[in-house]
């Protein structure tokens, strides 16, 4: 069982920058699939960027070109890096892993899950 905590949330105005970190313990990043979600209030949980276990990345239609998912295998450590942030990118950010045997975006086939990490984004 891997167990995963986030950080790296918090405040910024829009147009601005946060990195988000995911620290992994009890299983390398490397054998995993890796994710983001996030959930807005009164929203469904949604993938955000995902890593597969080749360090190929996928990211969705809302943030591509603004966020870039990587993998620290040293420090067995996900990244998120958010740039140019907009107000509707205000959400918890999850961290996920998956032992899915091919890459996967789908959010049920994500197993372990970290606390979430507020992300808020002022106008």
């Known amino acids: 069982q891997v167990s995963l905590v986030e950080s790296g949330g918090g405040l910024v105005q829009a147009g601005g920058s946060l990195r988000l970190s995911c620290a992994a313990s009890g299983r390398t990043t490397s054998s995993l699939i890796m994710g983001w979600f996030r959930q807005a209030t009164g929203k469904e949980r949604e993938f955000v960027a995902g890593i597969s276990r080749l360090d190929r990345t996928y990211y969705a239609d809302s943030v591509k070109g603004r966020f870039t998912i990587s993998r620290d295998n040293a420090k067995n450590t996900v990244y998120l890096q958010m740039n140019s942030l907009k107000p509707e990118d205000m959400a918890v950010y999850y961290c996920?892993?998956?032992?899915?045997?091919?890459?996967?975006?789908?959010?049920?086939?994500?197993?372990?899950w970290g606390q979430g990490t507020q992300v808020t984004v002022s106008s």
């Open positions: 996920a892993s998956s032992t899915w045997p091919t890459m996967t975006m789908e959010r049920t086939r994500f197993g372990s």
